[in-house]
C-alpha cells in the first residue's frame, strides 16, 4: 500500500485474528508514501480498513469482502484509481461453505413439513 500509486485502497481483514488486525490498526498509520511534489503523506489518509475478526459470526465474515467490493466500486464509480486488497480469501471461501452447508440443512429440513 506504500508503494501503491493508486488514489484509494481498500483494505479487508477477512476473519483475521483480532490481534493481527489490531498491529493493522497500529502499523498503517505510521506508513508514509512520498508524493510527487516531496512531501509525506500518511497511508491511512487514502485507505479504507474493512475489519472482520476470526470471533465475528460467519455471516459477517462472507458479507465483509462483498462490503469491500462495494466500497471499492464507489470509489471507482467517483473516479478515483482504487486498489482492494482482501485477507484472507481462503477464510472467507470457509465461511461460503460454511453458510452453504448450513442453507442445504435447511432445505432438506423443511422439505421433512411439506
Not at 12 to 36: H, I, K, S, W, Y
Amino acid at each position: 500500500m506504500q508503494y501503491s500509486n493508486s488514489d484509494t485502497v481498500v483494505y479487508v481483514g477477512c476473519g483475521e485474528r483480532g490481534n493481527e488486525m489490531a498491529e493493522v490498526l497500529m502499523d498503517f498509520p505510521q506508513l508514509t508514501r512520498t508524493l510527487p511534489d516531496g512531501r509525506e503523506e500518511s497511508v491511512m489518509k487514502r485507505t479504507t480498513l474493512v475489519a472482520n475478526t476470526s470471533n465475528m459470526p460467519v455471516a459477517a465474515r462472507e458479507a465483509s469482502i462483498y462490503t469491500g467490493i462495494t466500497i471499492a466500486e464507489y470509489f471507482r464509480d467517483m473516479g478515483y484509481n482504487v486498489s482492494m486488497m482482501a485477507d484472507s480469501t481462503s477464510r472467507w471461501a470457509e465461511a461460503l461453505r460454511e453458510i452453504s452447508g448450513r442453507l442445504v440443512v435447511l432445505k432438506n429440513i423443511s422439505r421433512l413439513f411439506d
